[in-house]
Each structure stands twice: as C-alpha cells, then as structure tokens.
C-alpha cells in the first residue's frame, strides 16, 4: 500500500519494518511494502490514551471486480516494560497463545471503500438481484477481508520482547530536541546522542515560554 508513520515528539523512535507481499503496481510493479511498525520510547499512564499515526496509499478496486469494501485488519501490540503486554490479534499463532490475546476474534481495522461514482461496476455477473449495474450499491457487491498471516504476526510482533524502560531524563531529553526544531525523527536521534553525550541536564536549557507537558506509550 505504501504506509508511512508519522512523526510523533513523544515516541523517540520509529520502526519500519519492510517485507515481501504480493505483487501490486504503484508507478511500477512492487513486491516488498511496510509489514510492520514500531513506536518505541515513550509512556502512556493507566489512566491516559495516544494515538500512533500513518498515512497508507491505498489501492484501487478493479473495474471488473465484484468488490465493493475491502476491510483491512491490522494485527497490534502494546508491550510495557514491566513484561506485560495486550495483544490485539485475532487468533493464536505459534508465538501467540490465547491466554496472551487481550480479546480474541478482533483486530483493529479500516475500510477501502468502493467509489461506484467514479469506479463504476463493469461486469454483469455483479448484478446478481437484475437491479442493472448502474443502480448497484455497495451492500449489493462483495466484501473481502485481509488480515497479516501467522507467520509474519510471530516476525514482526513478538509477545517475548521486553522494550526498555526510558528514563524522566530521556523523555525530558527528547521533548527539548522537538522543541529546539529538531522535528524530523532522525534528527531528534542524533539530538538526543549529543544531549546525553555531554551530560545536559533538563534544568540546564530553556527552551519554552511556559510548561510543556509530555505524554506517550509503551
């Protein structure tokens, strides 16, 4: 599809991890994509939530197709330093036992829907109730579901990995590079490398007007 997350202060580091998929066309013919995405470094409070960011190039449906919405099931894990973790996967796989799924049967999820308007339906074998093809809509055509296989949930979200526990200091850290401008990713890294690298400490720069609060997740 083409995914990329977005930039977030409060999550230091951002994973991308590439993978083989099946063949689409994306100016070219493409067999490798994003199959997964970490956000690492950061800490959400019980009593808090966050949002983790990503824009996806989607496909289209093709016109001779008898799709109308394709629901895309994303497989996720939120992991704590402590070893616990809620794992939002449908089904076991040979990593993911029940007992380790926080609730069995679903997986977080969006919808590629069918814009018959300027994608209209082509094939006549679609028109399964004689309503003409023109006059179809999208609770008369099909709807598929895709879902990441065992095989690279276990690759990609391992329930053994323990992240590290980050520091006051480091969120305090980061939050001055975002602060200083530093608002691209690889930039905040090589910001954060500096700062510890000589020893600043948060109370020795001022970079704000007022108070700056922070937030993130495991």
């Known amino acids: 599809m083409g995914v990329k997350p977005s930039v977030d202060g409060d999550w230091p580091t951002i994973e991308i991890h ?19 995405m970490h956000w690492k470094g950061g800490n959400v409070p019980d009593n808090m939530t ?14 001779a197709s008898c799709v109308g919405t394709i629901v895309v099931q994303i497989a996720s894990v939120q992991f704590c330093p402590e070893g616990h973790l809620n794992g939002w996967i449908k089904e076991k796989t040979s990593k993911w036992n029940t007992d380790e799924i926080t609730s069995a049967g679903y997986a977080a999820s969006f919808n590629i829907v069918r814009d018959l ?14 309503k003409g093809l023109a006059n179809l809509n999208l609770s008369d055509l099909e709807t598929v579901t895709v879902y990441p296989d065992a095989a690279d949930i276990d690759a990609h979200l391992d329930p053994a990995y323990t992240p590290e526990l980050i520091t006051e ?33 948060e109370d020795e720069t001022d970079t704000s007007d007022g108070d700056h609060g922070s937030h993130g997740g495991h």
């Open 18 to 36: 590439g993978g083989s998929v099946g063949e689409f066309y994306n100016h070219e013919s493409v067999t490798t994509d994003v199959v997964g």
């Open 50 to 63: 966050d949002r983790l960011a990503f824009r996806a190039t989607l496909p289209k449906i093709e016109p």
């Open 117 to 130: 308007k300027n994608n209209p339906v082509t094939t006549v074998a679609c028109d399964k109730n004689g």
């Open 169 to 201: 200091q480091d969120r305090r850290l980061n939050e001055i590079c975002m602060l200083m401008g530093k608002n691209k990713q690889k930039a905040v890294a090589k910001c954060l490398k500096k700062a510890r690298k000589f020893g600043m400490m």
